[in-house]
């Protein structure tokens, strides 16, 4: 009896993995093996094999962008739950790296069954999708081209994805999930938090560095009186931001501008801010230049201003074998993104004169937050391919089962960093109590609004 081709793949497969397979294996001809499933397992994921191609992409790209390529194409396609495939394959793979190298027996093999299976051929055209970036490593131009690959690819798509107030961060989560607290509340209550920890009242100037779709800059303006600066390297967040100003009624105290973090306070008239905010922008400045990120929001910040950082991290468990995110990231949804252990980012800060106040750890919210993004793309797929293209809907599906699977098993972190600029004397000029710096927990009515500053009551 001959070997079918779905035979043949998952024994090449279970041969590299040193273990069985941890799902089904369907080919371009309709066979399977693998993982037929059991009482305590009845129903994994089918990855399904729909041409040859497949083969070819990962013989030429070995690994995760073998992989990426081919499920971005449509070559490779997953019937099932894929955050569940994929915690499936990194069980099984080497400690800390999340990646398998076959060693040159293992790659012989692979060959020849490609070449069985009529699948040894030229390498096959990258996806379209792939980002392709020139220039000087972190120059202005090039970040704008790496910002623009992301973030441009259509306000229409990030409000069907995102909350209404467009926060594309991770949420604080202050209840449980249900029906009176979900996305849009955990939203609500991150703003919320950042303003309370930057001590925001009526009349102090905010700088948000990375402002997005304006969501924190609304806020601020809205519910704490204050007058505030935006900046963004995305042309398509900067105009949504302008109009959303526009509408609210705020464009007398809030300005966007589409400005480099290194241009702000360089030459344009700035004075030092009362306080600045950059939430998941960091991650985006690179390991070069951060000591000139750290300096530059250190010089825009006024003697006892505050700065909050929300950044992600890794490595903190173990080498960083993957600062960029892995090369799935790196080549499709946040080109030259640079990740690095929390400590490591506390180091620039303090080097660059910030004190540092409070670290707060926001991993697990990140995963409650990413599943409802997650459960949107999936939920509402056709919607979605309309707006962006089936092959950004594939990215995007791998791209937020990768996340929401990261932060869970602890490869990946998200902090919120309070720091302070001393004054001349070395005075911080924060309150004595921890609560009085931190403010305090949302009250128990999940759907009122943010209280107003001026209708605080101070913290004990």
Known sequence: MSTTPARRLADLLENVLGAPLPVRLRAWDGSEAGHAGTPDDPNPPTVIVKRRRALRRLLWSPGELGLARAFVSGDLDVDGDVADGLSRFWALSRPGSGTVRPDLRQKLGALRTAARLGAVGPPPK??????????????RRRDRSAISHHYDLSNEFYAFL?????????????????????????????????????????GMRLLDVGCGWASLLVHAAEHYGVHATGVTLSAQQRDYGVERVRRAGLSERVEIRLQDYREVGAGSGDRPFDAVASIEMGEHVGQDNYPVYAERLHRLLRPHGRLLLQQMSRGAAGANTAPGGGAFMEAYVAPDMYMRPLGDTLGFLERAGHEIVDVHSLREHYVWTVRPWL??????????????????????????AGAALAFEENRMGV???????????????????????????????RHAAPARAHERVAAP
Do not use: F
Not at 375 to 400: F, K, N
Not at 435 to 440: A, D, S
């Open 126 to 139: 990258a996806p379209a999708s792939e980002a392709r970036l020139g220039g000087r490593l972190h120059s």
């Open 162 to 202: 995102l909350d209404p107030q467009m926060a594309y961060s991770c949420g604080y989560w202050t209840h449980d999930e249900g029906p009176g607290y979900g996305l849009v509340d955990a939203q609500r209550d991150k703003l919320d938090l950042i303003c309370r920890k930057l001590g925001l009242g009526p």
């Open 375 to 400: 459960a949107t793309l999936q939920t509402h797929r056709d919607t979605a391919v309309r707006m962006i293209g089936e092959e950004q809907w594939r990215i995007w599906l791998l791209y937020l």
């Open 415 to 445: 902090h919120q960093i309070l720091t302070v600029r001393p004054g001349a004397d070395g005075t911080s000029g924060l309150p004595r109590s921890r609560t009085g710096i931190l403010g305090v927990d949302p009250a128990p009515d």
